[in-house]
């Protein structure tokens, strides 16, 4: 580790630490400063609202907190670029998407670490403690058990549930794709994408581009090309599977588009090297991208280029969406986020993105920002 990297390990340190370990806490909402308040807040008065929501389960909108409220909920088999590092070493994570929720989109929310890797003892307890929420987030499970998980929930429960690494990274790249395309004057439906990747994210990544429209999907995973002739696919990788054998090689040349969902160093400058003019590429990894801005400018200088990070610019990353399309869907009381919520969500990110950036923004990054490459 670096002088530099340790430095930075400390101040996460202290900065997770600080007065109050952790990054949440919970706050009163109502006057709360005599004993008519605690007459109303509890005993008595506490009974009033218990009965109208008996009566009629909707009034829990009206009368608690569940109208504002997202659970964000993990066992930890998937965390960032960590991996399976459990339950409670993934707290921070789930503490970082509350504050996220807060920050952006002014939803409160729990985070709830969840301690099995057994997909029906995982739906049991969120099906079990659902009526507290408004929605669900569901974050950093592992594929491909985290399909089944959202699948069953989405079916049993009432209010929204998403599993953001899925989704979220969809919206956002499918955003992101969408004004690259506008940029380099391309079709949705001409372009060749190459997925490297092939788990929650990059899943839910090529179908939703394909329901906008594109046509050729090349997805590759930690053993090469995903293509028929292969005996090691699940249903969900057999989606995307090629009808013939093909190289990585083969895979870049003349692509159009890469989106990296997987891990430092799985796509190199010599792939890169095999794309079209003007590629679009898009090394999402977190923390550490597949290969580092400099280095893809460096190979192909008419790269339109994106990562996941904060620190470089054409941030494409979740928080991008996720506060904002579960704002929408308790908003107006939906029980389901759909497929067309998405492309709605992808379409409005992207005509924002091409309005004029107000000053603050400007101010915020310390730089001139403006719609282009």
Known sequence: MSIRQASFAQEALDYHEGDRPGKIATEVTKSFHSQKDLSLAYTPGVAVPCLHIEENPETAYRY?????LIGVISNGTA???????????????????????KKFSDLDAYDIEVDTKDITRFCNVVEAIAPTFGGINLEDIKAP????????LVEALDIPVMHDDQHGTAVISAAAIMNACRITERQISEIRVVIVGAGAAAISCGRLYRHMGVRTIIMIDSKGVIHNGRTDLNEYKQEFSLQV?????????????VVGLSKPGSFTVEDIQ???KDPIIFTLANPTPEIFPEDVRAARPDAIIATGRSDFPNQVNNVLGFPFIFRGAIDVRAKKINMEMK???????????????????????DTEIEFGR
Do not use: W
């Open 274 to 276: 095999h794309m079209s």
């Open 245 to 257: 054998e093909t190289s990585q090689e083969e895979a870049f040349t003349n692509a159009d588009v």
């Open 79 to 101: 965390v960032l670029g960590l991996g399976d590092i459990g339950p409670l070493a993934s707290k921070p994570v789930m503490e970082g998407k509350a504050i996220l929720f």
């Open 145 to 152: 058990e985290c399909f089944e998980i959202e699948k069953r």
């Open 343 to 365: 492309v709605a969500a992808s379409e409005a990110l992207a005509s924002l993105a091409r309005q004029e950036v107000p000053e603050y923004i400007h101010h915020l990054y």
């Open 64 to 68: 608690t907190a569940k109208a504002n």
